[in-house]
C-alpha cells in the first residue's frame, strides 16, 4: 500500500468516526430528561436477576436507597440477599419456594399478595430511589395478581423512581409501560450439559 492510499484511508475513516460522534453528541444534547426509568429484563436466557442485582449495587454505591422483593425464591440461599442486606438494602421474600414446586394455589396467591404489598409501600415511598421487582413477571402471568393493579401502582409511583421487572414471559402490558426492555436470549446454558445450579454463581 502507498503512502497516499493508506493516508487517504485514513482521512476516511477520521470523517466517518466525526460523522458518527456528530450524530452521538446530537442524541447525548437531546437527552435532557432525568425521571424514574422503569426497566424490564425478559426472555429465556441467564442474567435477567443479575442485571437487576448489578443495577443494585449500582444505586448502592451512589448512596441512593434501594429495595428488593422477590417472587418466588422463598427458599434460595441468595448470595446478593447476603450482601445487599448489610448495605441497607430492605428485601421482602415470597414465603414460598418455586412456583412449580408447589400445588396449593390459594397459600402461593396469598404469599404473592403479601410481597407485593411490600411493593406497593416502596413504590409509594418517594425515599426509594429503586425498587428491583425480581421474577414478578410469574405472579402476573400465574394470575396471582391482578395486572391492573401492577400497572397502577408502577404509575404513580414518585416521579425519580426506578424499578425493574425481570422474569421470562412478560406481560405485554407491563412491556408498553417499561421505558426500557431488553430481552435475554439463551445461546446455550450450563445446565444444559449437566452443570448444577451453584452458589456464588448462580444463586
Ligand atoms: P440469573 O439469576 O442467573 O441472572 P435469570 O434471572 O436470568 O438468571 P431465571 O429464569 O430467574 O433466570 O432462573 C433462575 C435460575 O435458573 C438461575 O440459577 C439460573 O442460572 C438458571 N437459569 C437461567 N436461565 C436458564 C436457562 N436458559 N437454562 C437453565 N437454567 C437457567
Ligand atoms: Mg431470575
Redesign the pocket.
Known sequence: MTINTEQRQQQRHRERQQKVKEAVDAKVAAATEERGVLMV?TG????????GFGTVARAVGHGKQAAVVQFIKGNWDCGERKLLEAHGVPFEVMATGFTWETQDREADTAAALKAWEAAERWLADPAIDLVLL??LTYMVSYHYLELERVLSALRQRPLHQHVII???NCHRQLIELADTVSE?E?VK?A??AGVK?QPGF??
Open positions: 429484563l429465556n436466557g441467564k442474567g435477567k436477576s443479575t442485571a425480581d421474577e425481570t422474569g421470562r435475554l439463551c446454558h445446565f444444559e445450579a448462580d444463586f
